[in-house]
């Protein structure tokens, strides 16, 4: 138990070494795009022809939707070995559930293990009785008039302007803040280094050591002091290439050309407005923007896996000016498996930053 608690705060705090561990080394590094998921595992045969640095997110969806750890289906450490039976009904129902999309939706995954398993082993199939007095169809929500609707422009604006306007946020090139990062109710001391254009950098300093998650302009990259520093998997670094972008707010729609908007939605009995954004090459996301201050409170990217997508949302809090300039000192990272929250004491605007500092050690460790 101790150490499954363990390991959910290694994936929380992003820690590389956790993933890389279930990673064969051809898996790692640029090289790893190449190989599918048979040739870099042992006993691959639903997941065949998928590439190889997809299969941990499709194990981490898995593990999440039906609300158990890898040891549910795995020997620990040999994860090849069939001898669990829940192992073999997983692969059945891989198969089951990717007939169903393919007989009954197109071929698109529109059923995953999650439309039936809801975090359980085993999915309920009768309806619940009432537990409440409550009437049980409460009356439809009036739909928002379509004319007070804000356009996605109006959106994007607001938020700027909220920030402390393009001028303003222009004139900042570089940020260098201080605080904590709570994880698995462990405190730990950790520094955020931004430059624009996107480079990122933040140090976690573990008892243990030194831990890095970065990205420097073009690719991220994930270490821990003692071991050699990884590349992140196309996806991950696409993730990170989004949370370094120094001046998001002003190249949101650069970034995103088709962002469209989505539903109003409430986020603690606020209503926000939401924008969503597809686009090669990055995470697809949903954003969601204060309806009364008009600042960005919410984040949700998802990272596509071969059996369905794995959700990350980042909520913003705590906005302070400095010089002129509105950032969020505080934000909560949750994945289905982890959240960790970064509490900043201390910003500083412009001070020098070095580009070594984004840029990926040479591979012998330190
Ligand atoms: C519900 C059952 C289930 C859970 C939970 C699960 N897996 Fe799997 N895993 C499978 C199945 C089934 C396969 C084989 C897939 C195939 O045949 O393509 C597999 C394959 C693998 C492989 C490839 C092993 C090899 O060499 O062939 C790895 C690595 C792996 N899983 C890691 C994990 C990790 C890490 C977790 C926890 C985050 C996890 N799995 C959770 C069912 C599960
Ligand atoms: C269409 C609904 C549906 C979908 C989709 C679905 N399952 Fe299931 N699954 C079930 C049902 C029903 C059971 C039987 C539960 C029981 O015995 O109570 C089950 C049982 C299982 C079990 C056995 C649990 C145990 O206690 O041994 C595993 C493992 C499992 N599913 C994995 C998956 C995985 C992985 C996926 C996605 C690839 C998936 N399921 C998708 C309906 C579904």
Redesign the pocket.
Known sequence: MHRETTRRTIFAAAAAAAIAA??PPVARGQAAEAKT??QA????????GTPADQ??PA??F??AS?G???N???VQGK??LDDKP??????A??AMTAAINKNSFGGRPQVT?YSCHRGSTHPVNIPPVLDADAPAHPAERAAAPAAAAPTVDQILDRYVAALGGAEALRKVTSRTQKGTIVAGGNEMPIEVFTKAPNKRASITHAPSGESFTAFDGAAGWMGNSGLPPRDMSAAESEAAGLDAEFYLALRLKEMFPQLRRGRPEEIAGVECQTLLGAAPGRPSVRLYFDGKSGLLVRTVRYAESPLGRNPTQIDYADYREIDGVKLPFRWTLARP?GRFTIQIAEAKNNAPVEDAKFAKPAAEGK
């Open positions: 279930f990673m998921a048979e595992f042992k006993n691959i045969s639903e997941l065949k299969v941990f194990m981490q898995v593990a039906l158990v750890e890898c549910f289906c795995h994860m090849e829940a192992k073999k009904t997983a692969r129902m891989m293990c498996n």
